[in-house]
């Protein structure tokens, strides 16, 4: 089972609010990612960490989308003001060294609903 | 960019049969190719990957075959039960480009 943790569970926010969300890695997992799934089923990549450093971003991501995985707290992913588009599941997964093609272990996710 | 195409939508089963999904991906720099089942309301949970120096790899009942040439993965359930039923995803990527997920395989298994 995945040791990853995930808070809230379930987030609704107006549309313009902030919407935060937090992930625990699991222990000893320096490579962080957080995915959004759409109701689709659509995967689309957001952010990568190795320890604090970010690896990789999408544009979307640079704009109304902030993300920190600072060191002895939990990682966080904020939308600055959410849109009804940006309802839906968002996963955060964590593995060892990507670079070496660790599994990446998936939490349970928020599911952001913005109204 | 990479783009991952699964093959079957859903897929209908009868226990005890095998169930086979089928993934084709573009990238040729693509070399990590994991599979997640999820469950209604819940996350991905990590089944099997298989690497590009391998053409197979199996873990109980689970088996992967990768044909590097044809840019196509598939994964096979053997001996099906009711709880392999569940949404199956296949992914494809590396280290430089993280991965990307296919739509995902729809899995019913009937008695």
């Known amino acids: 089972n995945s040791k990853v943790i995930q808070t809230p569970r379930y987030l609704v926010k107006g549309q313009g609010q902030k919407a935060k969300m937090r992930c625990i890695p699991e222990?000893?997992?320096?490579?962080v990612f957080w995915y959004q799934q759409n109701k689709n089923n659509e995967f689309k990549f957001l952010i990568n960490?190795?320890?604090?450093?970010?690896?990789?971003q999408i544009d979307m991501t640079e704009k109304r989308f902030s993300a920190e995985c600072p060191s002895n707290s939990p990682c966080s992913l904020e939308i600055q003001s959410s849109e009804a588009g940006d309802s839906a599941l968002y996963l955060c997964?964590?593995?060892?060294?990507?670079?070496?093609?660790?599994?990446?272990?998936f939490g349970a996710g928020t599911r952001l609903s913005v109204l | 960019g990479e783009k991952v195409e699964q093959h079957e939508s859903t897929l209908s089963v009868r226990e005890g049969d095998s169930a086979v999904i089928n993934c084709t991906y573009t990238d040729t720099a693509s070399s990590y190719f994991p599979w997640y089942k999820q469950e209604a309301g819940k996350s991905l949970h990590f089944v099997i990957d298989i690497r590009s120096n391998v053409d197979r790899k199996q873990s109980q009942r689970l088996i992967v075959l990768l044909d590097k040439k044809a840019k196509r993965f598939s994964l096979h359930i053997t001996a099906t039960q009711p709880e392999d039923s569940a949404i199956y995803f296949c992914?494809?990527?590396?280290?430089?480009?993280?991965?990307?997920f296919g739509l995902g395989t729809r899995v019913s298994v009937f008695p």
């Open positions: 960490f190795q320890n604090q450093e970010v690896l990789q």
């Open positions: 222990k000893g997992h320096p490579v």
């Open positions: 997964a964590s593995s060892g060294d990507w670079g070496s093609q660790n599994t990446l272990y």
């Open positions: 992914a494809a990527g590396n280290y430089a480009q993280g991965l990307t």
